[in-house]
């Protein structure tokens, strides 16, 4: 006889002034709160000027959600969008991508440290992978709750069984439908975010890890993106297009899109210790003329 778990959570929280609240939404606040926290006493620590912290919320938060919704969009269904450019702002109705992110976060980054520290991206990019694992793990957390992104058929005891209809479940005209056993992908990659988060911590406020510029993020890059490809060898197709690539390379495209960000991983810590003696911190100059900055501050 096959043991599974028959996940029967539902997404909805509770609901206020006529809104549902979903345990998504819920974990997606309490990363961001975290991250905040500890971004913010990795600068008082390293007494930076704290209107670098208040610029960098506001630069890496339009860099995420910008970067993950037009991710999906573009990745994942172009057509359709392209098709419906209106739609690409519908983001209540789901629809955001991790690889797009990290993009959009790149992007950010590169702007912040353009315009307002005026230092190496891989300086700023160091101190805002630490707590980059706790918020990541949070969010798939909350799509363990949403019943979605999980795996393909397992018989492993420890497989889930996730309702497949859950809008017309919520809407009480549908008893719940769900998927046979399958691999709870969202368990496995929040385990691999919550390892990403402890040792980047441990680096940072227990050794000298920092001084060495780009070995942060580089350890993180390769850890986060290695274990993805991995994983995406269990976890559901979720678009037909894929299907059709997986039949062709072997690879579906969330696999493509990892293997930049490891080798990047790679080179980073091997920059880091090609015999390079740790750097040594510069003076902050604080006089910095950024409109983020600036509109922040009036």
Known sequence: MQMYITWKVDPELFTLLGREIRWYGLLWVIGLIVAIIIVQKIFEKERLPEKWFDSLFVYMMLGIVVGARLGHCLFYEPAYYLANPLEVFAIWEGGLASHGGVIGIIIAVWLYSKRVTKKSML????????????????????????????????????????????????????????????????????????????????????????????????????????????????????????????????????????????????????????????????????????????????
């Open 123 to 298: 300086w700023t990019f160091d101190r805002v992978i630490v707590p980059t694992g706790f918020t990541a793990a949070a969010i798939r957390l909350g799509n363990l709750m949403n019943h979605e992104i999980y795996g393909g058929p397992t018989s492993q005891p420890w497989g889930f069984r996730f309702i497949t209809n859950i809008g017309h479940w919520k809407a009480g005209v549908a008893e719940p439908i769900f998927s046979e056993p399958s691999h709870p992908t969202q368990i496995y990659e929040a385990l691999i975010y919550l390892l990403v988060f402890a040792i980047t911590m441990h680096l940072y406020w227990k050794t000298n890890a920092i001084k060495r510029q780009g070995l942060l993020i580089g350890i993180g890059m390769i850890i986060i993106f290695v274990s993805r490809f991995l994983i995406e060898f269990v976890k559901h197709v979720q678009v037909p297009s894929e299907i059709a690539m997986r039949e062709s390379t072997g690879l579906i495209l969330g696999q493509w899109l990892s293997i930049p960000f490891i080798l990047w991983g790679l080179w980073l810590v091997w920059n880091a210790y090609r015999g390079a003696k740790p750097m040594k911190e510069q003076p902050v100059d604080v006089k910095r003329d950024d409109p983020v900055d600036n509109f922040i501050t009036k």
